[in-house]
């Protein structure tokens, strides 16, 4: 009797996780994975699996009291509070602190997917959409990245994205290996409303080319004949005809009169002229810096200042994008191309600050 319930619950199991309706691809609470030399979270997470949930929690809070505020240790055991919390706004609240106050903590990629997860399950499919897109951003080697990929893909779909959530979908496949057979059914499952659907991102604008200057071959300005009228008849009458009439002053010309007309007109040389600088075509477009490093987005304002600081305070030129509304981004340099930003991203990753390439077009200058 006993194989055949086991066999009829996992049949019942494949066929909730097929279901394109469910509120969570996972019903059930995730439990992350555990640093094996820390016995201290594996024995509260044991404690809480097994019923004695006040006694689990009772060890994560003792962690966290004796932790230092601002170092990944009082983060991890933020995280942990969270994970075993007894109510999922408890949860939340200790999600969202870790990935406010922590992001450079292992844990703020765990944080993130939980986050998300308990977004999903009360239907707030747009903030889950953000939270998964940054997960996969921020962590492109996250043993995860499959279980996000597939649950953003979905949402996206819902949210009737169809060109996103199928482009999601079909990187996520080609990342699997050949014995993922179940998850590969599980993302074809999905992706059956893709047939047909144009995946392929618009190709970048080029940058405009600078105006090419064609030098005047006579820079002397041209003098227009104006009419005079006549007092008399009233009738308009040129310069020349203004001048026979006009009764001379003086034998000793003008110091102010003008030139004559059969004399010859003084041109200005070439050397005369000023010269300018000459610019090469590409010369704009070569030392445009439109690459940078974006280590962080977030939907306070002051949080992104405060992550700004603490990087200062590391050494850590950091900049916070200007924005009229969330996301407010933090990024860190400005590269003149894709590949001088990519090793700057390895360098911060050696100090333990996690970020991804991107580019500089949707900035504006501070006023």
Known sequence: MAPRVAIAAGLLAVLLSMRGAAQTPDSAKQHPAVDPSDSLYLRARGLVTGGNGAAGRALVDSALAGATVGTND????LYWRGALASTAADAERDYRRVIVEYPFSPHSGDALLALA???????DRDPAIDHLQRFLLQRPNDPDRVRAGIWLGRLLLEENQLSKGCAVLLRTRASLGDTAVETRNQVDYYASRCDGVD????????????PVRVPRSDTTPTRRKVST????????VSPDTAAAHRKPSSSAPSVHSAPSASAPRERPTRDSAPTKPRREPNEAVATTKRFTVQVAAYDSRQSAEQLVERLKGRGIVARLV????????????????????????RELKDKGIVGFVTTTDNERARP
Do not use: C, F, N
């Open 74 to 77: 009082y983060a991890t055991a």
């Open 117 to 123: 997860q308990l977004e999903m399950a009360r239907g």
């Open 199 to 210: 995946t392929t991102a618009p190709p970048p604008r080029a940058a405009p080319a600078p």
């Open 229 to 236: 009228p006549d007092s008399a008849t009233h009738r308009k």
């Open 322 to 345: 200007e924005s009229a509304s969330a996301p407010y981004r933090v990024r860190i340099g400005h590269y003149a191309t894709d590949a001088d930003a990519a090793a700057a991203a």
